[in-house]
């Protein structure tokens, strides 16, 4: 369990049996999938969740936790350990569900995949750029932000969209960790 007020919220690894419940949170999160690749979220998305990795990186390093509200599935964080830099952890994909959305939620998962990954000095992420909401919540929580870059036509682990536009990179400096 942890703390969002008025909230009852676990964070934890997914299993099997969360298949069904992430196929149904990738669904509510239509928005982001279109936002990031064009499209909505395609039939392989969830199952390749737990295999894509970027190049070099360890499956021992790859991090998933689902976080749910009231035993509902109400978002994922992916993320993997010592990438791109040994220390460091870069998360790949942050989702929560629309209607959990602006809740406290998203810190909450946040802080959870923080705490989980120990004191790691840099930590990585993009945004799709113009997703205002997704700038916005990676400025609260301390991240910088970069100009806009250009989607490449290959990501290392899977090839773009035709309609996918660039993302922003963004970096949290941790004093006093390492």
Known sequence: MIDVPGE????????PADEVPLL????????WFVAVTGLPSGPGDVQS???ALPEGASPDDKVLLVLERDGVVAGLVDAVRDHPEPGAVAVGLFLLAPWARGRGLGRALAESLLARAG?????T??????WRSGERFLERLGFALDAAVPAP????SRWTGP???????AELRRTGTG
């Open 49 to 51: 969740l737990f295999y």
């Open 119 to 123: 004191q790691v000095p840099l930590v």
């Open 8 to 15: 009852r919220v676990v964070v934890r690894e997914p299993g």
């Open 163 to 169: 309609r996918e536009g660039g993302v922003r990179r």
């Open 125 to 130: 992420a993009a945004v799709p750029a113009g």
């Open 153 to 156: 036509a290959e990501t290392g």
């Open 24 to 31: 149904t949170l990738f669904g509510e999160c239509e928005d």
